[in-house]
């Protein structure tokens, strides 16, 4: 951990980073992040936006520039998929998250969104990552899927030393030998996150298992390693999806989730006391 | 090459030129009627159609045009027979004086002028039968070139609208965000998204009139452009909005007046005047004590330098000039200043 001036707490006084995003103060409390993989349609993003609003979620994501495997695959609506963004937050009040991908597209995506996503493909982009510094908005670094944490902080460390103290974390599944997941998700990297970083962590549950019925267990556990938050996949037919609708909650079973994580709400603070 | 998509993209486009300019020509159209005594005038008909018949280009053969000059001559007649208002404001179609005219009344037929002095001019003529003017501006304060030209003038003040005013980014279609690197608009409208043309380091070029802007983009459709102007402006030039609401504080509204030749003469709920004061102390506060004691609630108090240190002074109040407690205080004010005028009694429209 060598270097990372401004994201290990270096034995120094533990301390928190919080991020005031809207309404909301990430790092404080418990934060969920829900939406759609891609913003297909006006239409399947208002209605998805209601839903997660209405089941208590925080914030919304939801992707206007899509890093695809394939180059034949959906890529996102561009600047169409923001206009929708926007008035999803105009209609719903919730912040907006989304992917930027490319750096010229930085700036203009700051105009849209609350909250700048790097996708795992693009957690070593440096010139990205720079980019996204110079910016004010925070931004959700996600943990490359082959990267460890060291390399990973260093990446928050671009964006920091850049001016922009706004970094939340987000563990979103590592590749391994299984295949039964589509990635293997490194709950153990959160308290790990803690002992040495002051900056919030998020789990991706959704990308971190890639399987519908692991989604919950995961976010619960989450919860319990104690991370800040999750982003969750919800779309309002995840059937129709355009992207990732097997990982996708239906609107029911993330109504669900959120009943159970405020459950876990005087759990926490029972555990804590002990 | 061109393939038939292209062509067709073309044919298109003229043809929005065409309905544009043939808009125009009604408009030109019903101004024209303003000066004459009827609206049959076989001469200048006559006129018109020797003229095409010589100055018709290439393909276009005579019998063709006349055809279709004689549809538009009996299309502009039937306008002139309907007694349309018309009401001048500064600018191009698509312009915020528009959109605030139309939320004042939709019956109106907006003419373009080049100028508030054009608009002051044509209804003192009566070329117009009102018109249109921006006062104030929550971000860009009043407006200098109005309030002297209001100052000076014999118009009353028949109607007031309040616009909350959203900038909107236009582009061509299919332009991509990622190649705009000039963006051409007023200078008001410039100045008020200063802050996103830094932060996407874009280069801002002024042009007369934002919609005048986004009019140029449709048809020169240069390079690497992007224009600021209202949504109405990108209906009109079939431009794509790419982002809204781009001023750099919100809370964006603009006061417009609406000027006519006679007064108001329906019941109003707000009024304005206009006065100056004689060179001794406390002239002006005299003149603001008759509110303050007859309980007038003012709403606007604006200055305009006539000469060094020579002010003229606008009042804006609540109240109705049918009330006992405003007549008495106007009488008031008109003893204890001098060039006192009564601008008007109307009433006030808050939108958005």
Known sequence: MKNLRLTA????????????????????????IAGPCSVETEEQTLKTAHQVKEAGAHLLRGGAFKPRTSPYAFQGLGIKGLQILEKAKKETGL????????????SWVAEYVDVLQIGTRNMQNF?????????????????????????????????????????????????SFDTYTRNTLDLSVVPAVKEVSHLPIFVDPSHGTGKLSLVEP?????RAAGADGIMVEVHCNPAEALCDGDQSLNPEMFASLMNKLNHMDACMKEIAKI | ???????????????????????????????????????????????????IRKNSPGLINSEFIEKVYTEIIKESKTLQKKDFRLIGFKGEHGAYDEIALREWDKELIPIPCEGYHQVFEGVRTGLYDCGIVAVENTLGGIVGEVNELLVNTDLYVTGAVELPISLCLLVLHGADHREIRTVYSSSQALDQCSNFLSRNNLEAV???????????LAEDMPQGAAVI????????????????????????????????????????????IVFSTEHRAGTLFKALEVFAKKGVNLTRIGSIRSSMGDYTFFLDFIGSNRDENIIAALRDVEAVTVNYRFMGCYKERKTG
């Open chain 2, 206 to 216: 002024q042009y007369y009139d934002s919609a005048g802007a986004a009019k140029m």
């Open chain 1, 127 to 175: 010139s990205l990552l720079k980019e996204v510094g110079r910016t004010k908005k925070p931004v959700l670094l996600k943990r490359g899927m082959y990267s460890t944490l060291s390399e990973w902080l260093n990446c928050a460390e671009y964006i920091l030393a850049e001016g922009n103290p706004n970094v939340i974390l987000c563990e979103r599944g590592i590749r």
């Open chain 1, 218 to 222: 995961m976010s619960l556990a989450a």
């Open chain 1, 95 to 106: 912040p907006i998250v989304t992917e930027v991908l490319d750096p010229r597209d930085v």
């Open chain 2, 229 to 272: 102007a209202s949504r109405l402006a990108a209906e009109i030039y079939d431009l794509h909005v790419i982002k809204e609401d781009m001023d750099n504080f919100g809370n964006n509204v603009t006061r417009f007046l609406i000027l006519s030749k006679e007064e108001n003469k329906e019941e109003g709920d707000k009024c304005s």
């Open chain 2, 1 to 51: 090459m061109m393939d038939l998509k292209d062509v067709r993209k073309r044919i298109d486009f003229l043809d929005s030129r065409i309905l544009r300019i043939l808009n125009d020509r009604m408009e030109l159209a019903l101004m024209a009627r303003k000066f004459k005594a009827s609206i049959e005038d076989n001469d200048r008909e006559k006129t018109i159609l020797d003229r």
């Open chain 1, 9 to 32: 707490l270096n034995g120094g006084p533990p301390r928190r980073t919080i991020i005031r995003v809207g309404g909301v103060s990430i790092g404080e409390g418990f934060t969920v």
